[in-house]
């Protein structure tokens, strides 16, 4: 089923991250990490879809997708970026597998966090946050989405990595398979893994060679 919906509000979040707020179809539901298809409601964007994943709380009286510009690809998130308040997207049903089944480690690299975002939002809200440890990898420190808010949610359990600026108080290097076994020595708990694919798969494949069960693993297969 599809829905034609009005932009309320649009803000700035980083340099190239915009969140934006629509409205929010009557009946219309989501869990915690799930996203849907979006397209522009505009003369040939119609059918030009993308995923995003919802960032609100599904009880708020509005949807919120926080998006990441990709000015080389001269496509969707570019249009996306140039919308304003009263501009119009189509909506799509809802789809994803990434779910909160416990307590765990998040692994997230660049706008992969956003499932992870109303996930941990969600878990602030029922005071369960605790017990949960974020590693975030990014190029810049520049380019970290709502890191005050996720410092705010998890404290020093919030871990901010940067693999191309070296900075006091962040850890530089690559989230790899030598991270995972020295940072993440509980094998027992969950892994939350998301980001772009090639980092995906090798995580994956690095959490299963330290050990863990691989039903301990949480992706959007």
Request: glycine share 8%; with cysteine.
């Amino acid at each position: 089923m599809q829905h034609i919906v009005k932009i309320s509000e649009v803000f700035q979040v980083t340099h190239d991250v915009k969140c934006f707020r629509l409205e929010k179809p009557e009946g219309y539901s989501f869990h915690p990490g799930q996203a849907t298809d979006l397209s522009i409601h505009q003369p040939g964007m119609e059918e030009e879809t993308r995923p995003f994943t919802f960032t609100a709380l599904a009880d708020k009286p509005y949807l919120e997708f926080t998006i990441k510009r990709y000015p080389d690809h001269h496509g969707i998130t570019d249009r996306l970026h140039q919308l304003k308040p009263g501009d119009e997207l189509i909506l799509r049903d809802v789809w994803g597998a990434i779910e909160y089944q416990g307590a765990g480690y998040f692994i997230a690299g660049g706008a992969g966090i956003t499932p992870f975002i109303a996930i941990l939002r969600s878990l602030q809200a029922q005071k369960k946050a605790a017990g949960n440890k974020l590693f975030f990898s990014n190029k810049t420190s520049s380019d970290i989405i709502y890191k005050e808010e996720l410092e705010n949610i998890l404290g020093a359990d919030a871990v901010f990595v940067l693999t191309r600026e070296q900075k006091e108080g962040y850890i530089h290097g690559r989230i790899d398979a030598d991270f995972i076994r020295t940072k993440m020595t509980d094998l027992k708990k969950l892994f939350y893994i998301c980001g772009p694919d090639p980092m995906v798969n090798e995580l994956v494949n690095a959490v299963r060679e330290a050990g863990a069960s691989p039903e301990a693993l949480v992706f959007e297969k």
